[in-house]
Nanobody, 115 residues
Framework: QVQLVESGGGLVQPGRSLKLSCAASGISFRFYAMAWYRQAPGKQRDLVASISSGGSTNYADSVKGRFAISRDNAKNTVYLQMNSLKPEDTAVYYC?????????WGQGTQVTVSS
């Protein structure tokens, strides 16, 4: 049973920070590429950030310089540090794990950025 469980979402004011966590089980975590996606109402699910098994990171242009993805293989957990949050960051954030084609998703966690 593969499980990806996101946590850390919530309501924050613009300019503040949140840190999301995704705890994985049922996979050999250290060998998987991990990523965060987000989906706002009425929009497609888009890649936010990814981190390879070797630690290489990539970010969507919209979050570069504000968000940071990291992983702790000892804890089977991937994180997304979100700083300088903007209202347009409001979305459900999903954790993803993959090795090539095999692809697993978490249930999502809501992030709302509003004053």
């Amino acid at each position: 049973q593969v499980q990806l469980v996101e946590s850390g979402g919530g309501l924050v004011q613009p300019g503040r920070s949140l840190k999301l966590s995704c705890a994985a089980s049922g996979i050999s975590f250290r060998f998987y590429a991990m990523a965060w996606y987000r989906q706002a109402p009425g929009k497609q699910r888009d890649l936010v950030a990814s981190i390879s098994s070797g630690g290489s990171t990539n970010y969507a242009d919209s979050v570069k310089g504000r968000f940071a993805i990291s992983r702790d293989n000892a804890k089977n957990t991937v994180y997304l540090q979100m700083n300088s949050l903007k209202p347009e960051d409001t979305a459900v954030y999903y954790c993803n794990a993959r090795i090539g084609t095999p692809n697993y998703w978490g249930q999502g966690t809501q992030v709302t950025v509003s004053s």
